[in-house]
Nanobody
Framework: QVQLVESGGGLVQAGGSLRLSCTVS????????MGWFRQAPGKEREFVTGIIGGGGSTDYADSVKGRFTISRDNAKNTMYLEMNSLKPEDTAVYYC?????????????????WGQGTQVTVSS
């Protein structure tokens, strides 16, 4: 049974930082492209960032470039999202997801496995 479990969400003031984790079980973590998505109330789920299986290449949405950093520890089957300089518009439920696509997938439909999400709220 495949499981993706996010943790680390919470309430933070604008300008603050949070670190999200996504722990994966039930699949060969190191061969999957992993991504972070977010969904704010009334909005579609949007791509935030992704990282290839070996961790050597990453992809970021323009809205988070320079503020967020994705990483992974394949020995721990865990992916991370370091979020700095948070803004109120970063408020959303953040999801981790796994994809068999190698070429920097950005569409939700390209991801076959999803976590349950963790809430991030940034107050102004």
């Amino acid at each position: 049974q495949v499981q993706l479990v996010e943790s680390g969400g919470g309430l933070v003031q604008a300008g603050g930082s949070l670190r999200l984790s996504c722990t994966v079980s039930g699949l060969s973590f190191n061969v999957y492209y992993m991504g972070w998505f977010r969904q704010a109330p009334g909005k579609e789920r949007e791509f935030v960032t992704g990282i290839i299986g070996g961790g050597g290449s990453t992809d970021y949405a323009d809205s988070v470039k320079g503020r967020f950093t994705i990483s992974r520890d394949n020995a721990k089957n865990t992916m991370y999202l370091e979020m700095n300089s948070l803004k109120p518009e970063d408020t959303a439920v953040y999801y981790c997801a796994a994809s068999t696509s190698y070429w920097m997938p950005r569409l939700p439909a390209e991801y076959g496995y999803w976590g349950q999400g963790t809430q991030v709220t940034v107050s102004s």
